[in-house]
C-alpha cells in the first residue's frame, strides 16, 4: 500500500508542477516530456494536466538512447 500512496505523490506533484507551469507553456498550446519511465505510469497524468489546462502532452519514452534524442533534436 505504501507503493501506491508514493505513486499518488508523486503523480500529484508531477501535475502540480504542470499547472504551475501553465502561464509559460499555454503560449505554444503543447509541451514535450521525456521519460525513461513506464508510459502507464505516466500517461494518466498528462492526460489529467490536457483536460486541466487544454495544453497538449507530446511524450517520448525510451530505455536507450534519450541523451542522444535531446541532442538531436535540440531540447
Same mark, same amino acid.
Given at each position: 500500500?505504501?507503493?501506491?500512496?508514493?505513486?499518488?505523490?508523486?503523480?500529484?506533484?508531477?501535475?502540480?508542477?504542470?499547472?504551475?507551469?501553465?502561464?509559460?507553456?499555454?503560449?505554444?498550446?503543447? @509541451? +514535450?516530456?521525456?521519460?525513461?519511465? *513506464?508510459?502507464? %505510469?505516466?500517461?494518466?497524468?498528462? =492526460?489529467?494536466?490536457?483536460?486541466?489546462?487544454?495544453?497538449? @502532452? +507530446?511524450?517520448?519514452?525510451?530505455? *536507450?538512447?534519450? %541523451?542522444?534524442?535531446?541532442?538531436? =533534436?535540440?531540447?
Amino acid at each position: 500500500m505504501k507503493m501506491k500512496s508514493r505513486y499518488t505523490f508523486v503523480g500529484a506533484a508531477v501535475v502540480s508542477a504542470f499547472i504551475g507551469l501553465t502561464p509559460l507553456l499555454a503560449s505554444a498550446g503543447e @509541451v +514535450n516530456v521525456y521519460s525513461y519511465r *513506464k508510459p502507464k %505510469l505516466i500517461d494518466p497524468m498528462f =492526460e489529467v494536466f490536457t483536460e486541466q489546462t487544454g495544453i497538449k @502532452v +507530446n511524450s517520448v519514452f525510451a530505455k *536507450k538512447g534519450m %541523451l542522444e534524442r535531446l541532442q538531436s =533534436e535540440g531540447a
